[in-house]
């Protein structure tokens, strides 16, 4: 290991040094040709430069240093580039074109003659040195122009009463201000959608039209903005909805006695069902433009976005007829997916000298009662091995995890009161009944049976406010420490932990989720997001044994059907602030808090299932999952074999509070494929018990001393963005470890000689290994 990262360090500083001196390599260029390496705009508007450089043409950009160094490595021979490389590797050199200069200029002088600066001159200057061309776009913007006044011609006076209620006090473009041809556009846009969604059908952009005089004296303009009516006619005609209709097609088979068509009198709806598969009320619910109301465009949208979330269909077209002069026909056409489905997944995971593979399945009917409900089931198989084990390839295993569970989804909100039933304006709503067996062994230490049945509720207030309510939450448990392990643990003394997990218990209770603009989490702007999540079990039982005189186990615990039930209170925020700062660049800072509470039948105990865990792909990145804290708590004073029997069940808590902060860029637009982002991160946390436990010591929360336990990481990530996915990489490294004391935390200044200070970590930890680099796979973004 200690060979493999010195070798992993050398590599990457000899292929940093082979990037920084050969990227802008010029020697493949011919003797007249000059390697665009700087490219600037100076003078005019500071606030309008990043805007005007997106006017300046692609193939004057220089070019990234990894593209350019790529494709020097791969497409050159004898010293020159390679003729009629089609299929080329990297980013062709950006070499300078005086014409494809002037096209820039150009395109930078119109836009800012669209901005107010309708005298503008943008002029060029190139200078070269050893084939490398720098080119500087020299502003002379002059002074820009503003709005004398503003006359607005309607023809159509319902039109004009639309605009003078809805648009006019919102306008963009007012008197006094810079001229800005962008902000007319918006309030044409403005217009156009107001008029889709009150009843216009035919109206076009096209009928809205601006005239600009500037020949006015002190660098002022007249606006002249009308709106005609249609060719041959003196108004607009206003639509409205006739007859509304639904079919839906059968592209597999002839249309057959399985076919219904029938008109549903209370809906006004006829319905055409070729497949014989689907029942006309569940789907109606999201068919929002309906006979007897206006043509509405955002309705057409809405429904349009409702019926693909359901997930059953491939195809939705929503078509209209003009039947009478101011009368429309709808017709919704639905194409559905294949009713059933199978997804078969494996992956290889390899961590902290440990390797294994997950092999999974999924059933899918897309369609089991008629109205797109969809049933998943899913198993599930992991093994993971540990080459420090004694024996052939079966006694190496470490663990074995088995899952199998069935979702049964509703794409509406099964409730006994209407209220809900409308909801659907901002997202799907979906009713879920869930069900899953898993079953865990931990070869020679824990065996864990855990059975739970959740009836879940989804909805949105809003398009970016999401609540997740989950009323009932059922689950058994049924938790066994090895005979033999148990006995040493007895042994050494940590009946604790004995009692927290060689259990069987019951648990009834309820979840609540409220999300805070989870859909702007793949865009580059700013925003923040927050999830807050509260998980309560127990309380409807602990009234009930009050009530009813529950029996008691030795324990002292009440208990049901002779199985104790789980009584605790848990809540976990997770806030973040994302800054775009322009092009591919982002910044995220993370701060993810929770805390459990065990109380009244459990006041001393909280399960392993119901613990936080610090360290993993989407925490502490430099650290494996469940191997960081709690507190200072050091595995080192623990018998060699408990340690090899308690790895990833020992370093738990019940306060958790985790931070990340990181820069994300992008490093290559074109790599097999995809897109090749980067990603720089600081990493910082722990995780505490809320009391003093024998098998812990250092472990519990203080608030003199949680400072110096938060563990720090840091690293380096690559992203790989195919636009439908991305695949992450990242490597973690330790820069301060809470295990140790004072400035021995402080382990990065091992980094680089790691030799002794692994081995005696080695020698006092057996048969853990220290190590400072941990690499993460994973699908999707941390956070």
């Given at each position: 290991?200690?060979?493999?990262?010195?070798?992993?360090?050398?590599?990457?500083?000899?292929?940093?040094?082979?990037?920084?001196?050969?990227?802008?390599?010029?020697?493949?260029?011919?003797?007249?040709?000059?390697?665009?390496?700087?490219?600037?705009?100076?003078?005019?508007?500071?606030?309008?430069?990043?805007?005007?450089?997106?006017?300046?043409?692609?193939?004057?950009?220089?070019?990234?240093?990894?593209?350019?160094?790529?494709?020097?490595?791969?497409?050159?021979?004898?010293?020159?580039?390679?003729?009629?490389?089609?299929?080329?590797?990297?980013?062709?050199?950006?070499?300078?074109?005086?014409?494809?200069?002037?096209?820039?200029?150009?395109?930078?002088?119109?836009?800012?003659?669209?901005?107010?600066?309708?005298?503008?001159?943008?002029?060029?200057?190139?200078?070269?040195?050893?084939?490398?061309?720098?080119?500087?776009?020299?502003?002379?913007?002059?002074?820009?122009?503003?709005?004398?006044?503003?006359?607005?011609?309607?023809?159509?006076?319902?039109?004009?009463?639309?605009?003078?209620?809805?648009?006019?006090?919102?306008?963009?473009?007012?008197?006094?201000?810079?001229?800005?041809?962008?902000?007319?556009?918006?309030?044409?846009?403005?217009?156009?959608?107001?008029?889709?969604?009150?009843?216009?059908?035919?109206?076009?952009?096209?009928?809205?039209?601006?005239?600009?005089?500037?020949?006015?004296?002190?660098?002022?303009?007249?606006?002249?903005?009308?709106?005609?009516?249609?060719?041959?006619?003196?108004?607009?005609?206003?639509?409205?909805?006739?007859?509304?209709?639904?079919?839906?097609?059968?592209?597999?088979?002839?249309?057959?006695?399985?076919?219904?068509?029938?008109?549903?009198?209370?809906?006004?709806?006829?319905?055409?069902?070729?497949?014989?598969?689907?029942?006309?009320?569940?789907?109606?619910?999201?068919?929002?433009?309906?006979?007897?109301?206006?043509?509405?465009?955002?309705?057409?949208?809405?429904?349009?976005?409702?019926?693909?979330?359901?997930?059953?269909?491939?195809?939705?077209?929503?078509?209209?007829?003009?039947?009478?002069?101011?009368?429309?026909?709808?017709?919704?056409?639905?194409?559905?997916?294949?009713?059933?489905?199978?997804?078969?997944?494996?992956?290889?995971?390899?961590?902290?000298?440990?390797?294994?593979?997950?092999?999974?399945?999924?059933?899918?009917?897309?369609?089991?009662?008629?109205?797109?409900?969809?049933?998943?089931?899913?198993?599930?198989?992991?093994?993971?091995?540990?080459?420090r084990l004694k024996g052939n390839l079966a006694q190496k295993i470490f663990n074995n995890d088995f899952?199998?569970?069935?979702?049964?989804?509703?794409?509406?909100?099964?409730?006994?009161?209407?209220?809900?039933?409308?909801?659907?304006?901002?997202?799907?709503?979906?009713?879920?009944?869930?069900?899953?067996?898993?079953?865990?062994?931990?070869?020679?230490?824990?065996?864990?049976?855990?059975?739970?049945?959740?009836?879940?509720?989804?909805?949105?207030?809003?398009?970016?406010?999401?609540?997740?309510?989950?009323?009932?939450?059922?689950?058994?448990?049924?938790?066994?420490?090895?005979?033999?392990?148990?006995?040493?643990?007895?042994?050494?003394?940590?009946?604790?932990?004995?009692?927290?997990?060689?259990?069987?218990?019951?648990?009834?209770?309820?979840?609540?989720?409220?999300?805070?603009?989870?859909?702007?989490?793949?865009?580059?702007?700013?925003?923040?997001?927050?999830?807050?999540?509260?998980?309560?079990?127990?309380?409807?039982?602990?009234?009930?044994?009050?009530?009813?005189?529950?029996?008691?186990?030795?324990?002292?615990?009440?208990?049901?059907?002779?199985?104790?039930?789980?009584?605790?209170?848990?809540?976990?925020?997770?806030?973040?602030?994302?800054?775009?700062?322009?092009?591919?660049?982002?910044?995220?800072?993370?701060?993810?808090?929770?805390?459990?509470?065990?109380?009244?039948?459990?006041?001393?105990?909280?399960?392993?299932?119901?613990?936080?865990?610090?360290?993993?792909?989407?925490?502490?990145?430099?650290?494996?999952?469940?191997?960081?804290?709690?507190?200072?708590?050091?595995?080192?004073?623990?018998?060699?074999?408990?340690?090899?029997?308690?790895?990833?069940?020992?370093?738990?808590?019940?306060?958790?509070?985790?931070?990340?902060?990181?820069?994300?860029?992008?490093?290559?637009?074109?790599?097999?494929?995809a897109k090749l982002n980067g990603a720089t991160f600081v990493d910082f946390g722990n995780v505490w018990?809320?009391?003093?436990?024998?098998?812990?010591?250092?472990?519990?929360?203080?608030?003199?001393?949680?400072?110096?336990?938060?563990?720090?990481?840091?690293?380096?990530?690559?992203?790989?963005?195919?636009?439908?996915?991305?695949?992450?990489?990242?490597?973690?490294?330790?820069?301060?470890?809470?295990?140790?004391?004072?400035?021995?935390?402080?382990?990065?200044?091992?980094?680089?000689?790691?030799?002794?200070?692994?081995?005696?970590?080695?020698?006092?930890?057996?048969?853990?290994?220290?190590?400072?680099?941990?690499?993460?796979?994973?699908?999707?973004?941390?956070?």
């Open positions: 290991m200690i060979k493999q990262t010195t070798y992993f360090l050398y590599a990457s500083i000899t292929l940093l040094l082979l990037i920084l001196s050969g990227c802008r390599s010029t020697k493949y260029l011919e003797d007249e040709q000059a390697l665009v390496t700087d490219v600037d705009i100076t003078g005019g508007d500071p606030k309008l430069k990043e805007r005007s450089s997106l006017y300046v043409s692609s193939e004057l950009r220089p070019n990234s240093k990894m593209n350019l160094f790529i494709y020097n490595t791969f497409n050159t021979k004898d010293g020159k580039y390679k003729k009629n490389n089609v299929k080329s590797v990297g980013e062709a050199p950006h070499i300078l074109d005086t014409a494809l200069v002037e096209l820039s200029s150009k395109q930078i002088q119109r836009f800012l003659q669209t901005k107010g600066y309708f005298n503008a001159e943008v002029k060029p200057e190139i200078s070269i040195k050893k084939k490398k061309a720098s080119i500087d776009f020299k502003v002379v913007s002059g002074q820009s122009y503003t709005i004398r006044s503003k006359e607005v011609k309607i023809e159509d006076p319902q039109v004009e009463k639309l605009y003078n209620d809805w648009l006019a006090p919102h306008s963009h473009v007012k008197i006094g201000e810079r001229y800005d041809a962008e902000k007319l556009l918006t309030d044409r846009e403005n217009l156009y959608m107001l008029l889709k969604t009150n009843g216009y059908y035919d109206y076009v952009r096209q009928y809205m039209r601006a005239g600009v005089d500037s020949s006015l004296r002190n660098y002022q303009v007249d606006l002249k903005i009308s709106v005609d009516n249609p060719p041959q006619l003196d108004q607009h005609t206003l639509y409205y909805i006739n007859n509304s209709a639904l079919t839906i097609r059968n592209l597999n088979q002839s249309v057959g006695k399985r076919s219904k068509t029938y008109r549903d009198t209370v809906l006004n709806v006829n319905f055409e069902d070729q497949t014989g598969n689907f029942r006309l009320r569940p789907l109606a619910r999201y068919m929002f433009v309906k006979s007897g109301d206006k043509y509405d465009l955002s309705k057409e949208n809405l429904s349009y976005d409702r019926l693909y979330e359901m997930n059953g269909f491939r195809s939705v077209k929503i078509l209209y007829e003009k039947v009478d002069s101011n009368k429309l026909n709808v017709r919704y056409e639905l194409i559905p997916r294949p009713i059933m489905g199978n997804q078969i997944e494996g992956e290889y995971t390899f961590s902290s000298g440990m390797s294994g593979f997950n092999i999974a399945n999924t059933f899918s009917h897309r369609n089991i009662f008629g109205g797109a409900e969809q049933l998943e089931i899913k198993m599930r198989y992991g093994v993971l091995f540990d080459p899952q199998i569970g069935a979702n049964l989804i509703f794409p509406r909100l099964l409730v006994p009161f209407g209220i809900f039933n409308s909801i659907g304006k901002y997202g799907l709503p979906k009713t879920t009944f869930s069900s899953n067996l898993q079953i865990f062994n931990q070869d020679n230490a824990y065996s864990n049976r855990y059975f739970i049945n959740t009836l879940n509720y989804t909805w949105f207030e809003t398009a970016n406010k999401q609540h997740s309510y989950t009323p009932v939450v059922l689950e058994y448990r049924v938790g066994k420490l090895d005979a033999a392990f148990e006995q040493q643990l007895f042994d050494e003394g940590y009946l604790l932990y004995i009692r927290s997990n060689n259990r069987e218990y019951f648990g009834l209770g309820s979840q609540y989720t409220y999300t805070l603009n989870a859909p702007k989490l793949l865009k580059l702007e700013d925003f923040s997001y927050f999830r807050g999540a509260i998980d309560l079990s127990g309380n409807v039982l602990g009234v009930a044994s009050k009530l009813f005189s529950f029996s008691q186990n030795e324990d002292g615990e009440r208990t049901l059907f002779d199985v104790p039930y789980l009584q605790y209170a848990k809540l976990e925020l997770d806030y973040r602030l994302y800054r775009h700062l322009g092009g591919n660049r982002q910044f995220v800072f993370r701060i993810n808090p929770g805390i459990a509470i065990p109380y009244g039948n459990n006041s001393s105990l909280l399960i392993f299932e119901k613990s936080f865990y610090s360290g993993g792909m989407n925490g502490i990145r430099a650290w494996q999952a469940r191997t960081l804290g709690p507190g200072s708590y050091n595995r080192e004073g623990l018998d060699e074999s408990l340690r090899l029997n308690l790895r990833n069940l020992d370093q738990l808590g019940e306060i958790k509070l985790e931070g990340n902060a990181e820069y994300r860029f992008r490093l290559l637009n074109h790599f097999l494929g018990r809320l009391k003093e436990n024998e098998l812990n010591p250092g472990g519990e929360f203080k608030f003199d001393k949680f400072m110096t336990q938060i563990a720090i990481g840091s690293g380096f990530g690559l992203r790989f963005d195919s636009d439908y996915f991305v695949i992450r990489l990242d490597a973690g490294i330790k820069v301060k470890d809470p295990q140790f004391e004072g400035k021995d935390q402080w382990v990065i200044k091992h980094f680089f000689d790691q030799k002794d200070f692994k081995q005696s970590y080695y020698e006092s930890h057996k048969p853990d290994r220290y190590n400072f680099i941990q690499y993460n796979f994973g699908i999707g973004f941390p956070f």
